[in-house]
């Protein structure tokens, strides 16, 4: 089995962690945090230590003692930008998917993607990279979701659905089949999507509704 080396320290990796140890494959975790820098310490989380800044994946003893890592903070942008920068200084990326989930066969997860509890990833999906697939979330035959794309707990996308990347579905939340949602989307707690979304916008209600720009 594998270590495992998570870049952040907060509840969202605490998740990924429990996740990734939950698949078999890992049999050690050490989590890594800008908090924890200089003479400032984090805590243990869940009981495996955070042993330096987000700078530490690079250093040479660090790389040899992980053969893994994965990017486990909300922030689409920065997940992104250090992911090839894992991939450069050796790390696997691994898709980390809940025993509890379901994965079509015919679906695609791209590198440092996770799948969290009682999720379903229906027929030829395609998900990319760095992606988060959040507790309980459905995403139906021939959805294409960008890098980055989190969908939130319990959000529900129907057949044939693009999201574009870094987008942000929020809880709850469910597009109808055929919805093309552009790049750095949020999409509210709750909100029902039945018609296309530009880049860039913040939608809630139902149905959804462009919040308007100050």
Do not use: K
């Not at 955070?50 to 530490?56: M, Q």
């Not at 909300?74 to 994965?103: C, D, F, K, M, S």
């Not at 089949?177 to 949020?186: F, S």
Request: net charge negative; with cysteine.
């Amino acid at each position: 089995m594998a270590s495992l080396l998570l870049l952040g320290a907060g509840g969202h990796a605490r998740v990924v962690a429990e996740t990734a140890l939950s698949t078999g494959r890992f049999s050690s975790i050490a989590f890594l945090d800008d908090r924890c820098s200089g003479p400032a310490q984090l805590p243990d989380q869940l009981g495996w230590p955070v042993i330096g800044p987000f700078s530490a994946a690079h250093d040479r003893q660090i790389c040899q003692q992980f053969q893994a890592a994965l990017v486990a903070i909300g922030n689409a942008t920065v997940r992104l930008q250090w992911l090839p920068r894992l991939a450069a200084a050796g790390y696997e990326l691994p898709v980390v998917i809940h025993p509890t989930a379901w994965l079509s066969p015919s679906a695609q997860l791209g590198a440092g993607s996770v799948v969290f509890a009682q999720a379903a990833i229906q027929a030829q999906a395609m998900i990319g990279s760095g992606a988060i697939l959040n507790t309980g979330c459905s995403v139906d035959h021939d959805a294409q979701l960008g890098d980055g794309v989190h969908i939130c707990p319990g959000a529900r996308l129907a057949g044939e659905v693009q999201v574009g990347d870094r987008s942000w579905i929020g809880i709850g939340a469910s597009m109808i089949q055929q919805i093309c949602i552009g790049a750095d989307v949020t999409v509210g707690a709750g909100a029902s999507v039945v018609r296309d979304l530009p880049d860039g916008v913040t939608a809630v209600g139902v149905p959804a509704r462009v919040l308007p720009t100050a």
